[in-house]
């Protein structure tokens, strides 16, 4: 079975721009979260999608949105980017059905945002 | 809320030495413990799970228990390899179909020398 995949796998963009980043989920799987890792904050969660619903979302500005597909894929959007928000962006998918229980979640290989 | 406490190293062991990485957590309700693994350049993989009180997870010759009463979740193997080095996160997330995400320690950056 195909792991999650992230496209891009680099990206360079000056502040002000904006962003989206693109993940593919395992087939069958219908949860998607998103993680930012930096050197100082290290891993971070930004939020988590279900049957094309966000359930949860982490401590970030409204910059940072996404969105959910009906075939799962999902997709994250950064506006008006910062220098700060140069970073690994990593998408997860999760067998959760929906329901209560902890599912794990396998991890796609980042995509590398560079700000200047 | 919750939180993950590892740490961070680097730590350098030798060749078949014994590994112990410590993690502590702080959460609420009864929470579900995980290590993954990061390879230079890559993300990350899963390497084991616990999801209640006195299980243990396992995988690759590493080993972790969940220790409700300390709160702890300590990562061991008993002979390491080079190919074994890497940065290690302890995490946890509340049980509730994965809509929590996952809370991550600092990580720590395991270096094996032969």
């Known amino acids: 079975k195909a792991g999650v995949t992230q496209t891009p796998r680099y990206l360079i963009k000056t502040r002000g721009q904006q962003v989206t980043l693109s993940c593919s989920p395992i087939s069958g799987h219908r949860s998607v979260s998103w993680y930012q890792q930096t050197p100082g904050q290290g891993l971070q969660f930004l939020f988590e999608y279900f049957s094309e619903t966000q359930r949860n979302k982490g401590n970030f500005p409204g910059r940072f949105s996404g969105r959910q597909f009906s075939n799962s894929r999902s997709e994250m959007n950064v506006s008006t980017l910062e220098l700060g928000d140069s970073a690994l962006y990593l998408c997860a998918s999760s067998p959760s059905t929906g329901t209560s229980g902890a599912y794990e979640q396998y991890f796609g290989p980042g995509t590398r945002l560079t700000v200047t | 809320g919750n939180s993950v406490t590892q740490m961070e190293g680097p730590v350098t062991l030798s060749e078949e030495a014994f590994l112990t990485i410590n993690c502590t957590y702080t959460?609420?309700?009864?929470?579900?413990l995980f290590w993954y693994v990061q390879y230079p350049g890559e993300g990350l993989q899963l390497l084991l799970k616990?999801?209640?009180?006195?299980d243990k997870g396992s995988n690759k010759g590493f080993e972790a228990t969940y220790r409700k009463e300390t709160t702890s979740f300590h990562l061991e193997k008993g002979s390491v390899q080079v190919s074994d080095s890497a940065v290690y996160f302890c995490?946890?997330?509340?049980?509730?179909?994965?809509?929590?995400?996952?809370?991550f320690g600092k990580g720590t950056h395991l270096i094996i020398q032969p």
């Open positions: 959460a609420t309700g009864y929470p579900s």
């Open positions: 995490a946890l997330t509340n049980s509730g179909g994965g809509a929590d995400g996952l809370t």
């Open positions: 616990a999801t209640k009180a006195d």
